[in-house]
């Protein structure tokens, strides 16, 4: 089975940093692109970040483009988001995705989410 | 790029609900879908406009051409209501609309 567990997150004042893991498990890490998808509660999904599965190739939303960096240890089968410079409008559900099969981009697997808040 | 859903399509149990998905030559693009409910993470429900992943029930089914993607969901059951959301690729960042609120009753 397919799990992806998220942890890192919690609260942080305004200029801050985190760092956000996803721990994944039932499938092959390594061979697989991951996302990062937060979501204001109560408002809809946005795309935050990809990475190719070796690493090699990493793309961002323009809102967090400088600020946030993904990366990943295929070896501990993790994913990670370092963000910096955090800002209220940053406040979200965090959620890891699974690149699914199939032409196109999709997200075949999520995790629960962890919850950032950006406050002082 | 945007994606424009209508926030909200209600249908009665039994019956055919069709969730619409709005962007400037959409169908050039692959879309898919999600369903969220309430406290709970996105669950993928159609990809590459008309697949099901696995465990998907039959009466989920999908579209894409011109300008629109649909969600079509035939016999809606209570369990079916839910948030639903669209996304596409537009080559350089992935697109969700806004989401629909689907009410069974």
């Known amino acids: 089975e397919v799990q992806l567990v998220e942890s890192g997150g919690g609260l942080v004042q305004p200029g801050g940093s985190l760092r956000l893991s996803c721990a994944a498990s039932g499938f092959t890490f390594s061979s697989y692109w991951m996302h990062w998808v937060r979501q204001v509660p109560g408002t809809g999904l946005v795309w935050v970040s990809h990475?190719?599965?070796?690493?090699?190739?990493?793309k961002y939303a323009d809102t967090v483009k400088g600020r946030f960096t993904i990366s990943r240890d295929n070896a501990k089968n993790t994913l990670y988001l370092q963000m910096n410079s955090l800002r209220a409008e940053d406040t979200a559900v965090y959620y890891c995705?699974?690149?699914?099969?199939?032409?196109?981009?999709?997200?075949?697997?999520w995790g629960q989410g962890t919850r950032v808040t950006v406050s002082s | 790029y945007e994606l424009t859903q209508p926030p909200s399509v209600s249908v009665s149990p039994g019956q055919t609900a069709s969730i619409t998905c709005s962007g400037d030559k959409l169908g050039d693009k692959y879309a898919c879908w999600y369903q969220q409910k309430p406290g709970q993470s996105p669950v993928l429900v159609i990809y590459q406009d008309s697949k099901r992943p696995s465990g998907i029930p039959e009466r989920f089914s999908g579209s894409n051409s011109g300008n629109t993607a649909t969600l079509t969901i035939s016999w809606a059951q209570p369990m079916d209501e839910a948030d639903y959301y669209c996304?596409?690729?537009?080559?350089?960042?992935?697109?969700f609309g806004g989401g629909t609120k689907l009410t069974v009753l």
């Open positions: 995705a699974r690149h699914g099969s199939g032409s196109g981009i999709s997200f075949d697997s």
């Open positions: 996304q596409a690729w537009d080559s350089t960042t992935v697109v």
């Open positions: 990475i190719n599965n070796d690493g090699s190739d990493t």
